[in-house]
């Protein structure tokens, strides 16, 4: 199975810039995809095809990368951003999701 | 607003059957793939399951296969999960999705809790 491989936990003020990184173990191409989820929450679609802004979500969000390499960045974070996000791939079966980068707020 | 409400959870004893449901509003069900997600308790998220438009094509997990049949009615915008000889690492909380393309999970149900244990 590919493995997408998250750091566990990040911590920034609001107002700052964040970068999450999410590697492959192999190939995924541009299908990787970031979601959202705030405690007590289900997941939500940030962004698709490693760059694709999901309807209604908030600019300050991007994505890039493609083959093992792709970061989720948010500029400016706000409190409300605190979240787990997770990477999923589609390229490769089965599909897989990254184990979540916890980002709390200073 | 498209919403998805899961329900049949519970605590059921190893080996067990239950049956999870999903109803659909808000769009056009019968045009949407779907799938089931579940994430075990303070862990990470886990496709399951997935089924074609029409119903006639299914896919699912190693873990799963030959235990688990997801299915769907379109005529009530409902997805199903039955779920046989229940194992203890199947505890989790199942989210009904929506499944655009077979790519990514647009739309997720507020999620379900199935706990497996004796």
């Known amino acids: 199975d590919t493995v997408l491989t998250q750091s566990p936990a990040l911590a920034v003020s609001p107002g700052e810039r964040i970068t999450i990184s999410c590697r492959a173990s192999?190939?995924?191409?541009?299908?990787l995809h970031w979601y959202q989820q705030k405690p007590g929450q289900q997941p939500q679609l940030l962004i698709y095809g490693a760059s694709n802004l999901e309807s209604g979500v908030p600019a300050r969000f991007s994505g890039s990368g493609s083959g093992t390499d792709f970061t989720l960045t948010i500029d400016p974070v706000e409190a409300d951003d605190s979240a787990t996000y997770f990477c999923?791939?589609?390229?490769?079966?089965?599909?897989?999701f990254g184990g979540g980068t916890k980002l709390g707020l200073k | 607003e498209v919403q998805l409400v899961e329900s049949g959870g519970g605590l059921v004893q190893p080996g067990r059957s239950l049956k999870l449901s999903c109803a659909a509003s808000?769009?056009?069900?019968?045009?949407?793939?779907m799938a089931w997600v579940r994430q075990a308790p303070t862990k990470g998220l886990e496709w399951v399951a997935y089924?074609?438009?029409?119903?006639?094509?299914?896919y699912y997990r190693d873990s799963v296969k030959g235990r688990f049949t997801i299915s769907r009615d379109n005529a009530k915008s409902t997805l199903y999960l039955q779920m046989d000889s229940l194992r203890s690492e199947d505890t989790a909380t199942y989210y009904c999705?929506?499944?655009?393309?077979?790519?990514?999970?647009?739309?997720w149900g507020q999620g379900v809790m199935v706990t497996v244990s004796s």
């Open positions: 808000g769009l056009t069900f019968r045009n949407f793939y």
């Open positions: 089924i074609s438009t029409g119903g006639g094509s299914t």
């Open positions: 999923q791939q589609n390229w490769n079966d089965p599909w897989t």
């Open positions: 192999e190939n995924v191409n541009t299908r």
């Open positions: 999705t929506t499944f655009y393309n077979r790519n990514y999970f647009d739309y």
